[in-house]
């Protein structure tokens, strides 16, 4: 992340050491330079997978940041897009690259919006959320759709158990925990906190029947099991 397009290693120090709201609008504009950003690679495979399971009419984005998964929504929705974030500085970079969405600036978990959408997709934003609020974020969404909607996001398969990419997942929470225990405000980003045995009772609990579907585009472990899953929550 250290190149000439995206932040500094001072930029990214004194976003850590931000609110999560002002922290996005510090780094709007170099966001799309750093590995934070949802690859490609993950937005076309995900984009395919969504399209087996339309057609879908208006569609959601929520924390949409600089409007990277509005791309998914133009191509597998025939009617209305539109993000919400509460970072305004991401909203701008969004509908700079998007000026035919309707981007509004508003707290995930008080969704300004009548149930009007066939389908929300996320991207990334998960582990801003604490396993408590993580219930209320589903219910927003929930009542933003139409009956019959879905609610759909990719959740990446737990790398194995005392691998490296296990232990760096580990390190980090860890940090950030240390990090919030000793100074303020705090900045949520925890990546061991969204499990999907965990994320579907919570799903139902919000009113959603849950289902899950392999992300094919992004191949499968050793073992055989998906690399990637797309969780798919409907609305009864």
Known sequence: MFTPQGPS???????AL???????DLLADTFDATPFRTSDRLLTAVTRTLQALGPFDSGLDVCCGTGAGLDVLRSVCGGRIAGVDFSTGMLDRAREAHPAADLVRADALALPFAPVFDLAVSFGAFGHFLPAEQRRLFSQVHAALRPGGTFAFPLAAPPPVGSRPYWALWGFDA????RNAVWRPPFVMYYRTFRLVDVRE??????FRVSHTPVEGLGRRDDGSPRCRLVVARKA
Do not use: F
């Not at 290693?9 to 976003?15: A, K, N, P």
């Not at 931000?18 to 996005?24: A, F, L, P, Q």
């Open 9 to 15: 290693l001072r930029e990214l120090t004194v976003q």
């Open 18 to 24: 931000s609110s999560v709201e002002h922290g996005y």
């Open 175 to 178: 940090a950030m925990r240390i």
């Open 202 to 207: 919570r799903l139902e609990g919000a009113g």
